[in-house]
């Protein structure tokens, strides 16, 4: 079956052919872009033409990080991101509990406040959660992710008391020798994963939702950014039902990845049913607006000798890279402060002078926020791939100034520093963080604003061709899929992203405002606005 496109404004990402008039696809693959009136003449009998009217079209997005169970997950949450207060708070949790009838003994999970933008200027303390779910455990997740709290009811039945140890890596906070349901990293992931699920049929259903919302978003190949082993059945269960119809690429922790391996053996380094198992993950340090991240130099106000702190070894990263290497696949490391970053390159760098290979296998950089400019070299060097969450400068700019001052702040995500050293980068939203909103990533990656209207780092912006090529073609080489995605290129996959405005034409400032009309994948439109 043949589908001509053509009447409209073509943005290829190829810098053989940037522009075209049309588009010819065959069978779910591109078989010629070029002028129309010449593609015209190859139609076969049957052949449907679609005029796209002067709207633009792009390659699809490709999400380079985020957790796409965690936001299956969170659509059968408590959403706190608009709240303000903690009053606001506990009347989304009390609203909750209501609507869903939950009995006393029912876990409630909650996610999305952050302390910083709260009237409160705090985390929550026992006093607040318990009161909020005085009879049902809660966890309420700040929304990097990484620190949350527990009321007394949900540390009960962890069995978490005064006495409980920490992992490396972790903080159970004590006030006075007493528990206050606060933890961070670590402790707070490890506490969190043994939270029940809610049962297999409302989970999938959930995933069936959140694939929506990503291809709403123009997006067709999204991340699971940490296959826990909680997550292998659900995953077998999504394969056996052909529930997913988004091309998912997934990573587990070192201990997990031998039992992904063994679940997912049909699914190492290619497509099954859309699953594909795509290497290691690892976390380095935590979450710079949570003050978790591990810096080089102190934040600011705090101690003056506080830099947050790291959640691994410098053994146990070498480690997990050489076992990547071992399996011939690809590692990701959570790095967000410049001491993490500087980690990870040492570790790589060390398994670079006994295997080379090491840059082939496009190690990646998630995050890297406060990845130094001073670093950039290295990172060249070594064939590492910063996927920078650039839109931190809108949704946490402000409070990044508090916590480094400004300076420090206006280089986060140096994408042009990146850029002048010719080194291959991506950006990502880290949903359920935020949306998996790429045209915002763009506005954010070419303008810079926080939320007050402030320009944070003028010198880090880059235009706006180079950012749509941030979340197409660089992200199909983060992958290893540049020969299938990424461009509207003969020969590779018909994804398509069709949208009302071309972002090289509309003032740099509303890139953000314009919209998904429909998502193609494969020559087929799996969203329509």
């Not at 992992?167 to 206050?180: V, Y």
């Not at 990573?251 to 699914?267: E, L």
């Not at 073609?473 to 994804?495: C, F, L, V, W």
């Amino acid at each position: 079956m043949q589908t001509l496109y053509l009447n409209g404004k073509i943005l290829t990402m190829d810098p053989k052919q940037p522009r075209a008039e049309a588009v010819l696809v065959e069978n779910g693959i591109i078989s010629a872009v070029g002028r129309g009136k010449e593609l015209n003449q190859e139609l076969q009998s049957g052949a449907e033409k679609i005029d796209l009217k002067g709207k633009t079209m792009l390659p699809a997005f490709i999400d380079a990080h985020s957790h796409l169970a965690a936001v299956a997950n969170g659509l059968l949450q408590v959403c706190l991101e608009n709240c303000s207060t903690f009053e606001e708070i506990e009347i989304q949790i009390k609203d909750f509990i209501n609507k869903k009838g939950l009995q006393p003994g029912e876990w409630v999970i909650a996610k999305g406040y952050d302390h910083n933008m709260l009237k409160e200027k705090r985390h929550p303390g026992l006093e607040e959660v318990d009161r909020w779910a005085p009879k049902n455990p809660l966890v309420i997740q700040h929304q990097s992710g990484h620190v949350g709290v527990f009321n007394s009811i949900a540390l009960d039945l962890l069995h978490i008391t005064e006495n409980t140890q920490a992992p490396q890596g972790g903080k159970i906070e004590l006030k006075d020798g007493r528990l206050t349901g606060y933890m961070e990293e670590n402790a707070f992931v490890q506490y969190l994963k043994k939270v029940p699920m809610s049962d297999m049929d409302t989970f999938i259903q959930a995933f069936i939702t959140a694939q929506q919302q990503y291809a709403s978003f123009g997006i067709t190949t999204v991340q699971e950014g940490m296959l826990a082993d909680s997550l292998i059945p659900i995953y077998q269960q999504l394969i056996s039902k052909n529930i997913l119809f988004l091309d998912v690429v997934a990573y587990a922790g070192t201990d997990d990845y031998p039992i992904a391996k063994k679940a997912f053996c049909k699914s190492i380094r290619q497509y099954d049913s859309h699953f594909k198992l795509g290497g290691y993950k690892i976390f380095l340090d935590g979450s710079p607006q949570g003050r978790t991240a591990w810096l080089r130099k102190p934040y600011l106000g705090e101690t003056s000798d506080y830099t947050g702190y790291s959640t691994m070894k410098d053994a146990d990263v070498v480690y997990a890279i050489e076992e990547s290497l071992k399996e011939k696949t690809q590692i990701l490391a959570h790095c967000n402060g410049d001491a993490a970053c500087e980690q990870y390159i040492r570790a790589i760098a060390d398994v670079y002078q006994k295997e080379p290979q090491i840059a082939k296998r496009r190690p990646v950089m998630i995050h890297a926020q406060l990845l130094g400019i001073d670093q950039l070299a290295e990172v060249k060097k070594y064939g590492i791939i910063p996927s920078f969450f650039i839109a931190h400068v809108y949704h946490f700019g402000e409070t990044h100034v508090k916590n480094f001052g400004w300076e420090r702040a206006s280089n986060i995500s140096p994408a042009f520093s990146a850029l002048q050293q010719g080194i291959h980068f991506t950006f990502h939203q880290d949903s359920p963080v935020i949306r998996p909103n790429m045209l915002e990533t763009v506005w954010c990656a070419v303008n810079r604003t926080t939320k007050e209207g402030n320009k944070l780092g003028q010198q880090q912006c880059i235009g706006v061709e180079e950012a749509l090529r941030a979340v197409t073609i660089h992200a199909a080489y983060q992958y290893g899929e540049e020969q299938i995605k990424g461009s509207i290129t003969p020969k590779k996959r018909a994804d398509f992203v069709l949208l009302d405005e071309n972002p090289l034409e509309v003032p740099q400032e509303e890139i953000q405002k314009i919209g998904v009309l429909q998502t193609i994948m494969q020559g087929k439109v799996i969203y329509r606005y």
